[in-house]
C-alpha cells in the first residue's frame, strides 16, 4: 500500500518509468545493507526503528545520519552477554566514510562498547558482562558518507537501502524506517519513491507514504509486519543526475572513531547486526589520566566472542 501526501512546494515528481528502467528490481543480486541475525539461542528480534536523515554533505558528497532501535527478547539464561553491529569496510571501489557514534539502552544511557575492523569489517559491539534478560534496547548511531550511487553522472542516482537486510537475517516482529529529505534537495527526487521486499519474486508488501515534514522537508515512511528469515525491507529514492558527487579517495581513513570504507553503491555496503554470545568478561575500560589501560582492559582485549556464522 502506498500512500502519498505532496508537500505544497518545492516537490517534483518525474517519470516512475525513468526510475523504474533504472533500477529493475533493487534488491536482485545486491548485497544487503544492514542484515540482522542471531545466535539461535531463544534470541527474538520483535522489532527495528530507524531514522535516517539525508544530506548533501562537504564537496556535494551524499550523507546520511542514522538512528537505529532494536528491541530484543533475551532468556532468562543471561547466556547471550553483547550485540554487535557489523558494516562491510568495502564492495567495488567508490569510497564510503564511515563514523560509529553510540550505542546506548533503552533509558538513553550509554552501553559498555568498542569499535573493532578485521577481515574488511568494522564493528561496534554494546557489551553485558552480567549476561542479557528480557527485552533489551540497543541504539546504534552512525553516519555515513557516500551513500548514494552516483553512477557516471548521466543516471539516476539512486539511494538504496536494505534496512534490515537480506542474507542470513532473522525473522522480525516489526521493521519501520523514516528517511527524511531536506528542502533543498526535494526538487531532486527523481520519480516515485518505493519500498519492496526481498527476495525477488516475494508476494509479500510493504506500506510507505511520502508526507510533508518541518521546514519544507519530506519524510518517506516505508513499514512491514511479521518478516520471515531473509526477507527485507528496502527503500529506494532516487535523485536527479549530479545531485551527489563521489567520496574523494583520501577523504577517509582512521581518525578517532572514523572508519573509510570503499564501496561502489549504497546498496553494494554489507551490514549485520548480531546478537553475540560471550564469556563472561569486564566491561571495556577506560584509559586513566597516564594513559596506561586498565587491567580491565588488557583481560578484554585477549578474550574472543564467540559468535554464530558471520554473514558473508
Not at 552512525?142 to 539512486?158: K, L
Not at 516505508?222 to 551527489?244: I, N, Q, Y
Request: negative net charge; contains cysteine; hydrophobic residues 40%.
Amino acid at each position: 500500500m502506498t500512500r502519498t501526501i505532496l508537500p505544497s512546494k518545492g516537490w517534483r515528481l518525474r517519470s516512475a518509468l525513468a526510475l523504474a528502467a533504472t533500477i529493475g528490481f533493487a534488491t536482485a543480486g545486491a548485497p544487503a545493507i544492514a542484515a540482522i541475525s542471531t545466535d539461535g539461542e531463544g534470541v527474538v528480534v520483535e522489532s527495528m526503528r530507524a531514522d535516517y536523515g539525508i544530506t548533501r554533505g562537504q564537496n556535494g558528497v551524499s550523507a546520511l545520519t542514522v538512528a537505529e532501535t532494536f528491541v530484543a527478547r533475551f532468556p532468562a539464561s543471561g547466556e547471550s552477554r553483547g550485540m554487535r553491529r557489523d558494516i562491510a569496510e568495502s564492495s567495488d571501489g567508490a569510497a564510503r566514510v564511515l563514523r560509529w557514534i553510540s550505542v546506548t539502552d533503552t533509558d538513553g544511557s550509554q552501553r559498555p562498547s568498542e569499535v573493532d575492523s578485521s577481515d574488511g569489517v568494522s564493528s561496534m559491539t554494546a557489551f553485558a558482562p552480567d549476561g542479557l534478560r528480557g527485552t533489551q534496547r540497543f541504539v546504534f548511531t552512525y553516519t555515513v558518507d557516500g551513500v548514494v550511487a552516483v553512477g557516471d553522472g548521466a543516471q539516476v542516482q539512486e539511494f538504496t537501502w536494505a534496512v534490515n537486510g537480506r542474507e542470513r537475517s532473522p525473522a522480525v516482529g516489526e521493521v519501520r524506517a523514516t528517511l527524511r529529505v531536506p528542502e533543498e534537495l526535494v526538487p531532486s527526487i527523481e520519480g516515485e519513491p518505493r519500498c519492496l521486499i526481498a527476495p525477488e519474486g516475494s508476494s509479500r508488501t510493504c506500506d510507505l507514504t511520502v508526507e510533508p515534514g518541518q521546514l519544507g522537508a519530506v519524510l518517506i515512511d516505508v513499514s512491514a509486519e511479521d518478516l520471515a528469515a531473509d526477507e527485507a525491507l528496502t527503500l529506494v529514492v532516487g535523485f536527479a543526475p549530479g545531485t551527489f558527487a563521489a567520496v574523494e579517495e583520501d577523504s577517509g581513513g582512521w581518525v578517532g572513531w572514523v572508519l573509510a570504507l570503499t564501496g561502489a553503491a549504497a546498496l553494494s555496503v554489507g551490514a549485520w547486526l548480531v546478537v553475540v554470545r560471550r564469556r563472561r568478561r569486564e566491561p571495556p575500560a577506560q584509559d586513566d589520566r597516564s594513559g596506561r589501560k586498565s587491567p580491565a582492559r588488557s583481560a578484554r582485549s585477549s578474550a574472543t566472542p564467540e559468535t554464530t556464522r558471520m554473514a558473508e
